[in-house]
């Protein structure tokens, strides 16, 4: 019983898929270089020509709220989220003529409205994207992304390192509170959109 009960929440917040090659890799902004990494490793690998990283800085700080990890290699003064993911993408030998910039976007919901904007403005197809995200914003971070890229098939490629993961997210304190709250937000922050939705088939009958 408890194994199945676990094993429903990590299937849907642990979303995560093999890479394929691709026409961009997109990262949500974040203090953790993990996703830079990541990204960077990919775009290495050959999956992808470009990368996006986007993000100003949390709504709630009002200002970049630091660099949550690795302070060590990544430690210094970012006026934004995405200069904070440009140069961890650099010092992981990613050319800055590959990286695409957003630099607007406050919460998740906004960095994948503004990466449209960006991809838009710069008149690109994007027939199959990359996502790199920490392993427990997996599921948030793609149904946003999928929202405004409806036309295009998406490849969840999470950080490799980090401190939940969907092995041991529920043996800890920290770990079930950040995971049911990404249940919780999965809910609570789609009210909006899903009257939106209902709206407009509504409105095509």
Excluded at 20 to 34: C, N, T
Excluded at 41 to 48: N, V
Excluded at 124 to 141: N, V, W
Aim: aromatic letters at 12%; hydrophobic letters at 35%.
């Amino acid at each position: 019983m408890q194994e199945k009960f676990l094993r429903q929440i990590t299937d849907f917040i642990f979303v995560e898929n093999p890479p394929k090659r691709a026409d961009l890799i997109l990262i949500p902004g974040s203090g953790y270089p993990q996703i830079a990494e990541e990204a960077a490793r990919l775009y290495k690998d050959g999956y992808a020509p470009l990368i996006l990283p986007s993000g100003r800085y949390s709504i709630l700080k009002g200002k970049f709220a630091g660099v949550w990890e690795k302070k060590e290699l990544y430690g210094g003064d970012y006026e934004t989220e995405w200069e904070f993911l440009k140069t961890v993408l650099i010092k992981n030998e990613v050319p800055l003529e590959k990286i695409l910039k957003e630099d607007q976007a406050t919460y998740t919901y906004e960095n994948a409205i503004y990466s449209r904007a960006v991809i838009d403005q710069l008149r690109m197809k994007i027939k199959k994207a990359i996502l790199c995200c920490m392993p427990c914003h997996a599921r948030r971070a793609l149904l946003y992304y999928q929202l405004l890229f409806p036309e295009t098939e998406f490849l969840v490629c999470p950080a490799k390192e980090s401190k939940i993961t969907r092995d041991n997210w529920y043996l800890s304190e920290e770990g079930i509170e950040t995971v049911l709250g990404e249940v919780e937000r999965c809910g609570s922050q789609f009210h909006e959109i899903l009257r939106h939705v209902k709206d407009s088939i509504e409105q095509s009958r």
